[in-house]
């Protein structure tokens, strides 16, 4: 395993990762580990437009169309 040493952090970031260490029960230097590794390993997110792509064609859009309270069907027109 490779050694990382990080110079120059500004002193409110140590002791927020302290502070994150200690409510999780590790060590700084674990703590720092599993921030890394969640930030670099973990899948890329994907974008809204990704995500909506990848939504099946169920219907048309007249099946969510919204009625109103009278039972009126809804004016196409937001205001």
Do not use: W
């Amino acid at each position: 395993m490779a050694d990382l040493l990080v110079r120059g952090v500004d002193e409110a970031i140590v002791q927020a990762l302290k502070k994150r260490a200690g409510a999780h029960g590790l060590s700084a230097e674990a703590e720092h580990r599993v921030i890394l590794a969640a930030a670099l390993l973990a899948p890329p997110r994907r974008t809204l437009a990704e995500l909506l792509a990848t939504m099946p064609d169920v219907g048309s859009d007249a099946d969510f169309q919204r009625a109103c309270e009278h039972g009126d069907e809804a004016a196409d027109v937001f205001v």
